[in-house]
């Protein structure tokens, strides 16, 4: 018969490394009713028979947070056949107190002291016989990191769960109902600190080796003037090495984010050729060859390019996480982001906002608090983006060219964080009405992370998001594909007369039709017309789409005779700069080029006059730069929203708050800039 | 006095907490409990939070929170 086996302790007390070593890769995440915590669950590699679950870390099994009532729930209602409490040997005290607390329930438990070699260096000594007697449990010693004690462990769970071994009854076990919760939690105390009297001999060593490594460390990253600059250098590192194309301010060497994720764009890039090869070949229709190259290889490829970026990320930060430094961030930030209503540790998400809001959203995950986690995912969204720049820096240079354009720039990542500020402000004040997060947090001592561990952290991170949120991405690319390339037309056989093809024009398309129902809407923000809302639309798929779109929409305004004119004064080096091969001018991708190489770095001052006139002033202009900069993130920053709230309910109640402060900030814009200019 | 007056280095004993519901039983839990000696190490550098060191190990905790715990010297 299988047997559930329920893994308890403290945060950092090594619980996760413990569950990694029992179930190696046979691990799945899933998550508990309700709540955004993960659920994670494997079988024991040794003894298939073994089902592992990972409970929350928790301080205490008292009914208060998420997981304190998951852990408290599973262990009382569950009853799983055993309890696995990893304690961490140098905080004995406070480590036992939920020890005592999960004996108390009366389950099978088996107590694994972790951290030894740490408590050797202190040359404290324990003694488990003693322990085991006290508790009537069986005590096991752990190197969590180098996988020692583990086997012994699993064993002596064994033995607690056939010799149907059960924790002795102690005294303070039965004041539980009858005393007040100070005398509760002190009589608790006591008891263990009896206990740890009678069982550890402190060794001779004043000033343990450990403890000063911490402190000389937090000498510099807690340092009331060095913590600052240490943490910001910190910051841009993480930052450069995702998301830099000149890392370490070396011009032209990628970052390991952006050097693996060209390398995959380059491959996806070579595999599209080659299956567009095949289907021209094979005869494919050409509505079945869009379906397969623009529709689900561009989807699956928008999945694949952000997995890079992810990994990098995360594996930074599990780092960080891992090593002790993210205790100190929400320790050295916490004070300026509880005025804006999030705690410090929002900082590294919002920050990676700047950089792409997917391996952002993903990385809310290390935050420990549900209220943080969800406002943050939110506010990601409203980051500008790598992505977005494009469409900024389109439209500053189109709209902006005699007027200051860094300023419009620094207006608009402004306006990113006064928006974010005021939102998260409301969300506090109308959803969790002005309820604090107690910020009492361990401040673990530094520990070199093991490369097993933060490996396992990024590989499982990509792992959900390709299943989580790779079907999110790929069904919402293969929707906007279908409505920009079909209408009624497609189906009646008229297309396929007039044009040879089922498929439509964009300029007739579903999604044309959409955005023509749809732009009245905007009138009050300026851009009331069809095609700058289908820009908006396809702005979804990924943002700088945005820009490829009205390159497409706005089509005549780059017809042939123009682009000849734009490129005629171009030396051949100028050329092929711009990306023409060999550097002679080629009519067939100059519309291409020109959107890639002039219109997304703002190159061209001159061109698109319709779209001017569908955007008639400057305020409109700026108003339609917000609105992108607000509403709805792309399908794969959604995705990834669906993977860490865990509810679509929510993930849609966020998108509906993202469209509506786009949509109120879109309009505030141009109307007070009718008022001023 | 409270936690929250106590200066960087100072050692004092828990007298009593001051609060109720889950921000007590979040202090209690965490090992600060009447009659226990706690030292306070640091303050962070914008002015909170504060790290104390309590039952071997390091806390940290806003002055709000500080305040709330009383402590004699």
Redesign the interface.
Known sequence: MPYTIALAGNPNSGKTTVFNTLTGSRQHVGNWPGVTVDKKEGVYRKDRQMNIVDLPGT??L?P?SAEEVIAHDFIVKQRPDCVIDIIDG?????NL?LALQIMETGVPTVLGINMMDEVALRNDHIDFKRLEAEFGVEVVPLEARSGKGIDALMEAVKRTIEGNRLPKRLAVYDLATKVD??TL??KR?SCITEVVQASVRHGSKTGPAHISITDRIDRVL????W??PAFAFIMYFMFAATFSENFLFVKGLPSPGIALASLVETLWGSLTDVVSTLLSSAGAADWAYSLIISGIMEGLGAVLGFLPLILVLYVLMSFLEDSGYM?RV???????F?KFGLSGRSFIPLLMGFGCSVPAIMATRTLDNEKDRRITTLLCGFMPCGAKLTIFIMFVSTFFSSGNKTLVLFFIYMLSLSVSVVVSLLINKIAYKGETS???????QYRLPTLRSVGIHGYEKVKGFIQKAGTVILAATILIWALSNFNFSSFNGNNQRQYGTPLAPIESSFLASVGKAVAPIFIPAGFGEWRPTVGIATGWIAKEMVVVTLAQLYAEDINETYLAQYFADASPDELSEYGFEDGIYDSEAASDIYTEAVLMTGGDAHGLPTLKEDIPTRQAALAYMAFNLLCMPCFAAVGAMRRELKSWRRTFGQVGIQMLTAYIVAVAIHMLGNLLF | MTLGDLRPGEKAKVV??GTTG??????????V????QVQLI?I??????V?ITV????????KS?ASLIVVEK
């Open positions: 301080y205490s008292s208060y140098t905080s004995l005290e406070r107190y919760e100070d939690a002190d105390y807690t340092h009331k003037i913590a600052l205790a929400a320790f050295v930030m916490d004070r300026l509880r107690n910020f009492l947090m361990e401040l673990p | 009593s907490i889950a921000m007590r039983q979040r202090i209690l839990d965490m090992g409990t009447p009659n226990v640091k962070a550098p914008l002015g909170d939070p790290e039952r071997g190990y390091q806390l940290s905790l806003r929170e």
